[in-house]
């Protein structure tokens, strides 16, 4: 079974919208992590934002949010005010269990195109 | 700046030829670290744990004898594609993260484009 869903394989939107991308996950561990990444066609791997299972508040970092819904089991990526720059591939990860180095299972990633 | 550093970046070599790359964490050491592949337009996949000082743990259907890793240090970690074929043709990253990780995230190389001919 897929551990990490991402339903939109691609996004356009106009420049300075906001834009809403979608990742739902599977687990049964209680402690675990959840991570957004964004790819460029260069192909650094660039970390976005995370979300523990045990936060309490959604995380924000600049113009990233994420809206974690723990019941439904959703960790959707909010970019606000979109920018040419923000064009890339965009990767929702889970990472199972806080005891030692874990992997990170991806989802199958969001091209996202910002126009002008 | 950079906390993980993969070289090289890019490799264009004949078939049959073997192909080492090289994971570096830059200002910590990382007992654990991950190689991934990505083919185009696709996701990373995870092909194994390279863990300091023991034997890797490859995930299933990756092939050990193809994919030789070894992990000598605490900041490198190195994966050796032997008798390269144009099916191992790919990109391959790594990553590694601080310990311990709470909500540390796993820090990527820039990755590796490898093109066998």
């Known amino acids: 079974a897929q551990k990490i869903t991402q339903t939109q394989p691609g996004m356009f939107v106009q420049e300075k919208e906001a834009v809403t991308l979608d990742c739902t996950y599977d687990t049964s561990d209680p402690s675990y992590g959840l991570f957004w990444y964004k790819q460029p066609s260069s192909g650094e791997m660039i970390f976005l934002i995370y979300q523990g299972s045990y936060d309490q508040q959604n995380a924000t970092e600049g113009r990233y949010s994420l809206n974690f819904q723990k019941a439904r089991k959703s960790a959707n990526l909010v970019i606000s005010a979109s920018q040419l720059g923000d064009s890339a591939m965009y990767f929702c990860?889970?990472?199972?269990?806080?005891?030692?180095?874990?992997?990170?299972?991806f989802g199958q990633g969001t091209r996202l195109t910002i126009n002008p | 700046g950079a906390v993980v550093s993969q070289h090289p970046s890019r490799v264009i070599c004949k078939s049959g030829t073997s192909v080492k790359i090289e994971c570096r964490s830059l200002d910590f050491q990382a007992t654990t670290m991950f190689w991934y592949r990505q083919f185009p337009k696709q996701s990373l996949m995870l092909m194994a744990t390279s863990n300091e000082g023991s034997k890797a743990t490859y995930e299933q259907g990756v092939e050990k004898d193809k994919f030789l890793i070894n992990h000598a240090s605490l900041t490198l970690s190195t994966l050796t594609v032997t008798s390269a074929h144009p099916e191992d043709s790919s990109f391959y990253i790594c990553?590694?993260?601080?310990?311990?990780?709470?909500?540390?995230?796993?820090?990527f190389g820039d990755g590796t484009r490898l093109s066998i001919l």
């Open positions: 990553s590694a993260s601080r310990q311990p990780e709470g909500n540390q995230p796993q820090h």
């Open positions: 990860a889970m990472r199972e269990g806080l005891q030692g180095a874990q992997k990170l299972v």
